[in-house]
């Protein structure tokens, strides 16, 4: 099923509860094969001057890791579970020729062209966005989360 993609809607002042949710326990249940990079922070888009970044809605984080082997259950667990979650956009820095995305107004992935985002192909990290309503709410996360584990 589609859904609506947000992107940039507001500046936030820190990483959103339901975020933080999501990112501890990926990294808990991955027992140090997959780091934080950061979440929110303020900044425009790599090499798009006065596109904001989602990471400034506190509603992004990167994860990055060392093996591929580590971070592709992780991917297909955020896009199998991506109504559930409330993921709109996982972006995957890796493959060639330039990375590819995933996002919820098309329920697939592309495969981008060298040049499309910065850091592919080769980057090892992965960029999460969920919506304003999952990210806003923990608790919500936590029980999504659990259901999502359960299936």
């Known amino acids: 099923m589609t859904r609506p993609y947000t992107g940039f809607d507001k500046r936030a002042t820190a990483l959103t509860p339901g975020l933080k949710v999501l990112r501890d326990t990926i990294l808990f249940l991955n027992g140090g094969k997959v780091t934080n990079l950061g979440g929110w922070v303020v900044r425009?888009?790599?090499?798009?001057?006065?596109?904001p970044s989602v990471h400034s809605t506190g509603r992004a984080i990167d994860?990055?890791?060392?093996?591929?082997?580590?971070?592709?259950?992780?991917?297909?667990?955020?896009?199998?579970?991506?109504?559930?979650?409330?993921?709109?956009?996982?972006?995957?820095?890796?493959?060639?020729p330039g990375g590819r995305g995933w996002?919820?107004?098309?329920?697939?992935?592309s495969d981008y062209p060298q040049g499309r985002i910065a850091g592919a192909p080769g980057g090892r990290w992965i960029h999460i966005e969920t919506n304003p309503a999952m990210s806003a709410d923990?608790?919500?996360?936590?029980?999504?989360?659990?259901?999502?584990?359960?299936?």
């Not at 425009?44 to 596109?51: E, L, Q």
């Not at 992780?74 to 199998?80: A, G, N, S, Y």
């Not at 923990?138 to 299936?151: T, Y």
């Open 103 to 109: 996002r919820c107004d098309r329920n697939a992935w």
């Open 63 to 96: 994860l990055g890791y060392r093996d591929r082997e580590a971070i592709e259950p992780v991917i297909d667990w955020l896009v199998k579970n991506a109504d559930l979650l409330g993921i709109e956009y996982v972006a995957d820095y890796f493959p060639r």
């Open 44 to 51: 425009d888009m790599k090499g798009k001057p006065g596109k």
């Open 138 to 151: 923990a608790a919500r996360m936590e029980a999504a989360i659990k259901q999502a584990l359960a299936s």
